[in-house]
C-alpha cells in the first residue's frame, strides 16, 4: 500500500517537473529572443530578404519557410488575410529554411524569378502547385517546369540566373540564422522577434494582434 | 536472504530502477518536444528500449515479482549497447562513414553539453548504465 503512494506520488512529480520545465525553458527562449530582436536584428532580417508590405510597417512578420513545406503552403493564404486585415501595418519578411530534400533547387528558382519582378507571383504559383511537384516529402525539380512556363516565367533566363553563387551564399545565410533562432521546423515564425510559444493559426493571429496593438496603440 | 535495516530492499532497488527509466524517458521526450531537437535514427533504437523498461519495471512492483529482471534485463543491455555504440560514434572513436544514419538527423550532431562533457548519448549511456547495474545487483541478491 505504502509502495502504491509513493509509486503514485513520483508519477505526479516527473509529470509536474516536466510541465514546468517546459514553460519555463518557454519563457527564457522568448526573453532570449526578445533580447536579440534588439541586439541583432539582423538576424531575423537580412539585406537580402524579400519584403512584402509597406516600407512604414512596424510589425516585422519574419517567416521561416521551405516552398516544399506543405504547412507554409497551407498558411500562405492565412498570412495574407492577416496582412489584408491590417493594412499597411505589417511587413512580411521572408527567410529559407528549405530542410526538404531538394528543396533548395526550388529556393533557387524562386531567387532567380526576382531579376524577372515575378518573385512573389512564383511563390504563390509554387504554393498552390505544390502537389504536383513533391512527392513523400521530396522536391523533384522536372515538374515545376512546365508549370512556371504556363504562369508566365521565362524558364530559359531562370536556368542561367538561377546557379549564381550569390544565390547559394544567401541559402546558406539564412540556414546559419535558422540554426541561430533554432528553427528546426518549417514554418518558423516570428513577430517582431517574439517566437511562437505553441505553433498553431490562432497562436499566430494572437501575437501579430498584441504586436499590432503594441505599436498602433490608437485604433485606426 | 536476510533481511537488514541497513541495506535497502530489493523493492527499493527496482523502484530506483523505474525512476532512472522514468525520468530517462521524460527526459527524451523533453528534448524532443520541448526544445525541438529532432532525434536520430540510433536515438530512436535506444528509446525503443527505454521506454518499455518504464512499463515492465513498474509492473513488477506491484506486487514485488522478482522474474522482473528477467524481462528487463535484455532491454537495459541491447539499450546500454547500442548508446556505447552511439557515444563511440560520437566521440570519432568509430568513423562516421560506416554509420547507418546518413539520412535525416546525424548521429554525431551536437546539440548540448552539459557541464562540458555530458550530451545527450552519454546521458542515454549513464541511464543505461545505471538500469542495467542496478537490475544485475537486485538478480543477484534474488538468487542468494
Partial sequence: MKTHIIFGLT???????????????????????????????????????????????KVYLVEFMDPACETCAAFSPF???????????IKLVIRYAPFHEGADYFVKILEATKKQGKYWETLDTMYKTQRLWTRHHKAI?????PILTQAGVNVEQIRRDMNDPA????????????????????????????????FGSKQLLQLVQSEIRAHYPNPN | MTHSNQKPSNLTILFLCWL????????????????????????????????PLVIILAVG???FDKNV?????????????????????YAGIIPESIQPCSQGVSCTEEYIELFGFLSIPMLSLLSFSTITALLIILSRRISK
Fill in chain 1, 79 to 89: 498570412v495574407k488575410q492577416i496582412m489584408d486585415a491590417n493594412p499597411g501595418r
Fill in chain 2, 69 to 89: 529482471v528477467k524481462y528487463a534485463l535484455p532491454l537495459a543491455i541491447a539499450g546500454w549497447l547500442t548508446a556505447l555504440y552511439h557515444n563511440l560514434l
Fill in chain 2, 20 to 51: 532512472v527509466a522514468g525520468v530517462s524517458a521524460m527526459g527524451s521526450l523533453f528534448f524532443s518536444y520541448v526544445m525541438g531537437f529532432a532525434p536520430c535514427v540510433l536515438c530512436w533504437y535506444q528509446r525503443i528500449f527505454l521506454f
Fill in chain 1, 167 to 198: 544565390i547559394a551564399k544567401l541559402i546558406d545565410q539564412d540556414l546559419a540564422d535558422a540554426k541561430t533562432l533554432n528553427v528546426r521546423k518549417t514554418p518558423g515564425y516570428f513577430v517582431n522577434g517574439r517566437p511562437l510559444q505553441t
Fill in chain 1, 141 to 145: 525539380p522536372e515538374k515545376i517546369w
Fill in chain 2, 61 to 63: 512492483l506491484f506486487p
Fill in chain 1, 11 to 57: 508519477v505526479l512529480v516527473l509529470i509536474a517537473a516536466f510541465m514546468f520545465g517546459s514553460s519555463y525553458y518557454k519563457g527564457k527562449q522568448a526573453e532570449k529572443f526578445g533580447f536579440m530582436a534588439q541586439e541583432n536584428a539582423s538576424t531575423f532580417v537580412r539585406d537580402h530578404s524579400q519584403i512584402l508590405g509597406s516600407d512604414d510597417a
